[in-house]
């Protein structure tokens, strides 16, 4: 699947939800917006797993992974609804051909999400599913290869081979921008996430998570 295609898919799927008014309606009420220090409802995630920003957003724990749900219809809606759903797979990038064979694909992802959000809208109904996904936050992160030097590997830069069993491994990782030859080190991610989150413009022009989250 081309570039254009997949960005298509995304943008469709997301734009589709937006422009809806800020109550969630369930049944008939009004289940007005959260008391706590939690600033979205729910959280989706798609592309790579390398950013983690639900706590900054106020979620207890990032979302659990589409497949440790998807075989129960109860327990994928619930969270669905109450917390979100990660998408994402590692290695993922925008073209099917990252890593093909090794992740769920961008184009792929979309798809589960469509089926979570057909699965929603029969438990709580169409509307009240548009409003909550219009006040959620979705994050998609695509990931990136480089070639500087990774923590765990094999080869040159330790980037000739996947982090495995026996693979070289460094002493401090946090020392290191990457974890193995496809993902950031956590302390890398952690920067990152602090960068989108409430991170300077030269970073997150035209507008950070903080931000976003504040208009939502």
Not at 23 to 48: E, I, T
Not at 100 to 126: E, H, R
Not at 142 to 155: H, K, L, R
Request: overall charge positive; proline content about 6%.
């Amino acid at each position: 699947m081309g570039y254009d295609l997949a960005m298509k898919q995304v943008l469709v799927a997301i734009l589709a939800i937006t422009s809806i008014r800020w109550h969630l309606v369930v049944g008939g009420d009004v289940v007005q917006p959260s008391k706590s220090l939690k600033q979205v409802p729910a959280m989706y995630v798609f592309g790579d797993s390398t950013l983690d920003v639900a706590k900054k957003l106020g979620l207890k724990e990032s979302p659990p992974a589409y497949l440790s749900l998807a075989p129960g219809t109860t327990p994928l809606v619930v969270s669905a609804l109450a917390e979100g759903v990660s998408y994402a797979s590692a290695g993922a990038g925008i073209l099917d051909s990252t890593h093909a064979g090794n992740n769920i694909p961008l184009s792929k992802q979309v798809m589960y999400f469509d089926s979570t959000k057909a699965k929603m809208q029969a438990k709580v109904g169409s509307a009240a599913v548009r409003i909550l996904l219009s006040r959620s936050f979705f994050l998609i992160s695509v990931g990136f290869v480089n070639i500087d030097s990774a923590c765990c590997g094999s080869g040159r830069l330790g980037a000739d081979s996947d982090c495995l069993p026996n693979s070289t491994l460094c002493g401090d990782h946090d020392q290191f921008v990457f974890w193995d030859r496809v993902h950031p080190s956590q302390r890398a991610g952690e920067l990152s996430a602090a960068a989108y989150y409430n991170g300077p413009p030269k970073f997150t022009s035209p507008i950070n998570f903080k931000q976003l989250a504040r208009k939502i």
